[in-house]
């Protein structure tokens, strides 16, 4: 490997910061993606209509939101083995206010009714309910219990149901790939 | 300086499940910790009176959903006991192989949450969750469900090892064996993670004695208590292991006992595996009338991965009268009160993770 004194590195580098100026010159910047019109991106991507309605279908963020044994499973969406990234619905979301879907992983009981409800009010317009698992879905084995909402539906909009007690990582990942069909127009509400 | 009152939870990124803390801080300083607990309650005690005996494992096992068949085993333990009836021999070693499954299945799930507690986005819980999956495909191989498995019979269990079970298990253990040492590695040289877990949360043997908190959470404190050790079990006392113990009862010794004891539960199922008999391992069916019980009051104690669980049973025709669960996650939990004291705001988290609990064990 060769060696270079200080100055030597020192003209090169001159030389390389002239050469990318005189490539750059006489061209325009290209404008910042973040700050482009929705016209602009969707001449680009060759989408004419249903601009926003493609963005929405393609970043479902959940939200980060686990009750009971669901929440295992609903870890094991976000794990390595199923990789949940490659449909979009990547990083579950600390706060409610940058969540698009919340997923109810749990029975619910009547104490934590209010924090749910107050959790989805809290999140941004258009939001989306999925009821994951027996609990959440109809109270499940508790059925009987004193203490238990027999289904998340009784509270809040649902979506998509998810059976299962609890429902594999896949299942989740179908009811999601559901609800972008549901919410792309393609399935009747 | 004045002091604040935050509160935190009940749902929170990083409260392991629905747990509200009320923490009076002094700067960054936390000078007291209250748990409120209760938001998962649903009654399990008293829903368990009014199933049939052999219906209530289901509901045993969504007490603790890190290690549904600890609790599993520990209920019908308790039912048997009641009925005096004896477990067959092949049962107990494929017992034994399961729950130490479990327990390593539980243990590794701790090692990937403490790397999330402590702001470490989520290198470590991928590898640990990687591990745990393929412990939990082993656990759904033999008994056909990947989180709640309902495998245990009266005197047995529901359906014997598939074959070449034993192949395929030790391969994975040797693999896992490989992995520990990785774990270690990757945890221990990271200046990061030391710095903010040794002398972080020190229980003393003498306070954790009284506050009462048992399994690994104990044992970091210096305590040599384990029931499969001290009150054996099944095949336990044939089998060759250790109860590992530290000193230090900080986070990071809470965190390295359940390192050790993956390693532990490695070699006891290896053990379980070149011992274990040939013969019948089935229990007896699920039927309408379960057989007459011949004890008024059936205790059992068990050790499960987060500690000593105990059930005590008092025994009716066909349902439980009273079934009382002394859960090992409960009074774990009590005594985060006196651990906080004194640690920073960030490092309370860290600390609760390493009690490892789980909330629908502790509200019941």
Known sequence: MEEYTKEEFMTAKKEMDQLVYESLKGKEAKPNVMFAKMSEISRALKVSKGMVKWARVNSLWPLQFGLACCAIELMGFGSARIDAERKGYLLFRGTPRQ???MIVAGWVTKSVVPEVKRLYEQMTEPRYVVAFGECATCGGPWFESYNIIRG??????????VAGCPPKPENLFEALMKLQDKIGGKIED | MTITRINIGPIHPSTHG???????????????????????????EKLAETRMYMQNPPYMEKLDYLAPMSYDEAYVAAVEKAMGIEVKERAMYIRVILLELQRIASHLFFIGTIGNDLGQMFTLFMWAYMDRDMVIDLLEEATGSRMFYVNMRLGGVVRDLPPDFEARTLEKLNYLQKRMGEYESFIEKNPVFGERMKGVGVLSSEKALDLGVTGPVLRASGIEYDVRKNSPYYVYDKLHFEIKILTKGDNFARYKIRLLEIKESIRLVREAFKRIPEGDALGMPVKLRSPATKEKVAVISREVPKGECMMYLVADDQKPYRLSIRSPNFINLMSISHLAQGVRTADLFAT????DLVMGCVDR
């Open chain 1, 99 to 101: 969540a698009d879907v």
């Open chain 1, 152 to 161: 998340i539906d009784q509270v809040l909009p649902v979506d998509v149901y």
């Open chain 2, 18 to 44: 629905v747990l509200r803390l009320v923490a009076d801080i002094d700067g960054d300083t936390i000078v007291r910790v209250e748990p409120h607990i209760g938001f998962l309650h649903r009654g399990v």
């Open chain 2, 352 to 355: 609760l993770g390493t009690l």
